[in-house]
């Protein structure tokens, strides 16, 4: 059985990952271990979703992580929880590690974005937090099929949306429509707060 | 664009899904807008939950590297500014500036007059990363910008030449596939045509036959471009009939 991961306070499980961090901050190495414990999976989880190439999602996986330690005072808890924060620069780290492959390689635009990763079920047969994905599942079902298709795109492609527009063929008025009411149906069903 | 316009910016942002300046544009909205950045908040947030449902197991060994990797970073201090996630420019900046460092300390270890040549290479070597990465980042700022209009065009001998034009950022951009070497030095120059006035707009890479160029300077009010067979450095006017002239997408 893997580790759960924890998102939030447990009851009675020590320290909150917000308090880590700004243990971290000071320089503790110890609550950077416990912060390493508890975000290491998620963020190695939506670095190689994003690059699919096991050895550089490893490669950026690692300097997210050296980038939470080292920019742990940036963090600020009147701005959502210390997992969003990993897990936003994560995905950042990772669009920038390929939007910037992709830019060096001067590679033909479109078959790019036609050749590059799986869907979404390819991707999430990796996951091993059967509980957040079977709540994830539940509530993309409840998007439209263009919703559904642009936010995924967006998010486990690393597409822009001029890219999702392009290869869905779809005005981008209406991507960028789509990317935010799919959003804030997704956020509505899965009962985000900021 | 309007204000409402980069309202409904926001999911595409909180999914990171915005090309450089589209990014840039948001976030200046973004600090004036408190309604947006409550609502960034929270979509990004909800992404992160698409994030949380790829949690995989990190391979062994994973950890001890990281923890290995911190003891050599030195921390920065607390932010005054709202940069959550951080940008991209400084981030290279920095790698950059530990480069620089590393030539400076090599001439610390006495390896004397090699130490300054290592310190040009280096300095030389970072200028000309940051062009490339410039030149990088502008044609996909141009293949990326919503209004980007393409046309191809058929070459001579087999090659295909695609323009690529966005009014918004004033800039083209040509996608050149299967061309032929030029003859030995000369090289293959880019114009832009204004009322059939050839404008220089850069050179090609004469030993690439397949390569994607920022035309050099504003698209103006150029309606066509050229290419012509230039000595090696280029002309400030053509000197040899056009191998192609494309009209740009309108």
């Excluded at chain 1, 690692?62 to 005072?73: D, K, M, S, T, Y």
């Excluded at chain 2, 940051?130 to 910008?145: K, Y």
């Amino acid at each position: 059985m893997k580790e759960a991961v924890r998102i939030g306070p447990a009851p009675g499980a020590g320290p909150s990952l917000e308090e880590l961090m700004a243990d971290v901050a000071k320089g503790d190495k110890e609550a950077f271990a416990s912060v390493y414990d508890a975000v290491a999976g998620s963020v190695l989880g939506v670095v190689r979703g994003v690059l699919r190439d096991r050895a550089q999602s490893e490669e950026v996986a690692q300097e997210v992580l050296v980038e939470v330690w080292g920019n742990a005072a940036r963090y600020r808890t009147d701005r959502g929880t210390a997992i969003n924060w990993v897990l936003t620069l994560a995905h950042r780290r990772a669009i920038d590690r390929v939007r910037s492959v992709e830019a060096a390689a001067a590679r033909d635009h479109r078959a790019a974005l036609l050749a590059r990763t799986p869907e979404f079920d390819e991707v999430t047969e990796e996951v091993e937090t059967r509980l957040e994905r079977e709540q994830l599942r539940r509530c993309l079902r409840t998007l439209t099929e263009l919703q559904r298709q642009s936010v995924s795109l967006a998010y486990y492609r690393g597409l822009t949306y001029s890219e999702v527009a392009e290869l869905l063929s779809v005005p981008l008025g209406t991507i960028k429509t789509r990317l935010r009411d799919g959003l804030i149906r997704l956020r509505d069903c899965l009962g985000v707060g900021a | 664009m309007t204000a409402v316009d980069l309202h409904t910016l926001t999911g595409a942002y909180a999914l990171h899904a915005l090309g450089p300046a589209e990014q840039a544009e948001f976030e200046r909205h973004l600090a004036a807008c408190e309604a947006c950045a409550q609502e960034v908040r929270e979509l990004s947030a909800t992404a992160a939950r698409l994030g949380l449902a790829l949690t995989v197991v990190p391979p062994d060994g994973f950890k001890e590297s990281v923890l290995r990797r911190i003891d050599s970073v030195r921390q920065a201090p607390p932010s005054t500014s709202s940069d959550a996630a951080g940008a991209g420019a400084p981030r290279r900046a920095r790698r950059v500036q530990r480069w620089v460092l590393a030539a400076c300390v090599a001439a610390v270890a006495g390896l004397g007059a090699t130490t300054v040549w290592q310190y040009v290479e280096a300095r030389d070597a970072r200028q000309e990363a940051r062009r490339a990465q410039e030149a990088t980042d502008q044609v996909a700022d141009v293949l990326a910008a919503p209004d980007a209009k393409a046309r191809t065009a058929r070459l001579a001998g087999g090659a295909s030449g695609t323009v690529v034009v966005s009014e918004s950022r004033d800039r083209a951009v040509f996608v050149a596939a299967s061309m032929a070497e030029p003859p030995s030095g000369k090289v293959y120059q880019l114009w832009f045509d204004e009322d059939g006035t050839m404008r220089p707009a850069g050179l090609m890479d004469p030993h690439r036959t397949a390569q994607t160029v920022l035309l050099e300077g504003a698209v103006g009010d150029a309606s066509g471009m050229g290419i012509t067979v230039e000595p090696a450095g280029g002309s400030a006017h053509p000197t040899s009939a056009p191998v192609a002239l494309m009209r740009l997408p309108a």
